[in-house]
């Protein structure tokens, strides 16, 4: 069975300071996807990586991809306080859109 | 476009009781996805409907069951409802042969009591 696996589980970090969260995935895949979601509130996409070596950036997000050693990373540079919420990453096998999810990390931007 | 509709958007049960939720993919999507997210995890594949046929199923019971009508509109049922099933139910449309573009819905809350 896939396992996905991300950490840290809970990131409490200061507005300005740069972190990065991990996702670890059991089994072969070249398709891994980013989501946000904030309290009570469905997902929203934030980056879709479709192969090995794939960098994608949006604002203060920038989401990695190595196929190999099975593991993407979401780098936040100089949080703000609305990038406050909960990320999931998300595998998807040759099997048609049918996600395995992370166990997600919850995000708090202290001021 | 609307976007994924879900309906209801609460919903209270008793255990034993019996649920019927229901989806409105995007426009065009002829895939629909279910996923159930209890509080603090994430999401887990529930089943997929793909031409009004079950095209795959994760791990869940036999009282999680689904239809895809002609409109390739959703519903997922829920039989002999147990308190571990009060999640947020949540519903993706997408291109069978379009990989990676899965849109979701804002979910169902289903509480059982």
């Known amino acids: 069975e896939l396992k996905v696996e991300q950490n840290p589980l809970f990131l409490s970090m200061q507005e300005g300071k740069n972190y990065t969260i991990y996702c670890n995935y059991s089994?072969?895949?070249?398709?891994l996807y980013w989501y946000r979601q904030d309290p009570g509130k469905s997902l929203e996409s934030l980056f879709v990586?479709?192969?090995?070596?794939a960098v994608k950036q949006e604002g203060r997000l920038m989401a990695s991809l190595d196929t190999k050693a099975r593991l993407s990373t979401l780098h936040i540079t100089a949080a703000v306080h609305d990038l406050s919420a909960t990320y999931f990453c998300a595998v998807d096998l040759d099997t048609g859109n049918q996600f395995y999810f992370g166990t997600g990390t919850s995000l708090t931007v202290i001021p | 476009d609307a976007g994924v509709t879900q309906s209801p958007t609460h919903l209270i049960k008793t255990r034993g009781q019996q649920v019927t939720l229901r989806c409105s993919p995007k426009s065009g999507h002829d895939t629909v996805s279910w996923y159930q997210q209890a509080l603090g995890q994430g999401p887990q594949f529930i089943f997929q409907y793909y031409e009004e046929e079950e095209r795959q199923r994760g791990n869940f019971p036999d009282r999680f069951s689904g239809h895809q009508f002609p409109n390739y509109s959703s519903e997922l049922n829920v039989n002999a409802l147990l308190l571990g099933d009060s999640a947020l139910y949540l519903c993706a449309s997408s291109f069978l042969t379009r990989l990676g573009e899965q849109y979701f819905g804002p979910g169902t809350r289903l509480t059982v009591t």
């Open positions: 990586l479709l192969s090995n070596g």
């Open positions: 089994t072969t895949s070249d398709r």
